[in-house]
């Protein structure tokens, strides 16, 4: 049991490059999100799925796309990467219920560099 | 807008004595909170979490407790160890349709000195 697993770990693109983050969760979770966490500030919410085949807009959508394959797996896309897209990216999947209520649980991040 | 504030950015607490770590939230719709722990080049894992209908939750050495009144909420660990030292963060949610989305604030260093 893997729970949540992203690739690449480490990446380092030109300006104007694109690329796709991917993520899987084994833990049959309905929801996926897609977090950015840059120095000295919380994650914030980039895209999410509420469950597969489904996908909405977070807190700072420009610039990125995403897609929900299936029910494990949910990729993040940077068309044109640009040098404040500089960024620890996460991903997370969510359990539902339990003792006290959801919990999302996180991948160990893609660290992305943009020149 | 910051909806969820950690106002103290780090913190450094002798081995044995408790760390408090304090986070203050602005939107009355947050239902669910909860305290996730980050060491370096990790993902954050999740650590204790309370509903909003409680004022208290206990796991070992980690308390929350929840003030709604004054939309407060703080992580107590006691005894604190060398392990604990990490980024500690604060989260809120207010289920929105099908989807709970979190609210993190940005985060408290606490050192654990020996």
């Known amino acids: 049991n893997a729970g949540v697993t992203q690739t690449p770990k480490f990446q380092v693109l030109k300006t104007g490059q694109s690329m796709t983050l991917q993520c899987a969760q084994d833990?049959?979770?309905?929801?996926m999100y897609w977090y950015q966490q840059d120095p000295g500030m919380g994650l914030r919410l980039i895209y999410y799925?509420?469950?597969?085949?489904?996908?909405d807009k977070g807190e700072v959508p420009n610039g990125y796309n995403v897609s929900r394959l299936n029910k494990r797996e949910f990729s993040l896309r940077l068309e044109s990467a640009a040098p404040s897209q500089t960024s620890v990216y996460f991903c997370a999947s969510r359990a539902m219920g339990g003792p006290v209520g959801d919990t999302q649980y996180f991948g160990p991040g893609t660290r992305l560099t943009v020149l | 807008d910051q909806q969820v504030k950690q106002n103290s950015p780090s913190l450094s607490v002798q081995e044995g004595r408790i760390s408090i770590l304090n986070c203050d939230y602005t939107n009355s719709m947050f239902d669910y909170f909860l305290w996730y722990k980050k060491y370096p080049a990790e993902g954050p894992t999740f650590l204790i979490s309370?509903?909003?209908?409680?004022d208290k939750n206990e796991d070992g050495r980690f308390t929350v407790f929840l003030n709604k009144s004054a939309k407060h909420l703080s992580l107590h660990i006691v005894p604190s160890q060398p392990g604990d030292s990490a980024v500690y963060f604060c989260?809120?949610?207010?289920?929105?349709?099908?989807?709970?989305?979190?609210?993190f604030g940005t985060g408290t260093r606490l050192q654990v000195t020996l």
């Open positions: 989260a809120a949610s207010g289920l929105t349709g099908t989807a709970s989305k979190l609210t």
């Open positions: 799925s509420a469950s597969e085949g489904t996908t």
């Open positions: 309370i509903s909003s209908i409680k």
């Open positions: 833990m049959n979770h309905n929801s």
